[in-house]
């Protein structure tokens, strides 16, 4: 009995390990996604600069 118990644990632990979630995007949308990234990221540097330079003029 013990040991159909743990065949139907590994069972189970193979399965959900075999069909987990995958992560379906193409390499174009995660390329669109980085480029987004790097996008904010230069926005918000310049914001900072620009509110960096707006407070040594005050």
Request: charged share 35%; with cysteine; proline share 0%.
């Amino acid at each position: 009995m013990k040991k159909l118990a743990y065949i139907f644990i590994l069972l189970f632990s193979l399965g959900t390990i075999l069909t987990g979630c995958r992560d379906t995007r193409t390499t174009g949308e995660k390329m669109e996604d980085g480029i987004e990234d790097v996008g904010d990221g230069i926005e918000d540097a310049a914001d900072d600069a620009g509110d960096a330079i707006e407070d040594a003029v005050d």
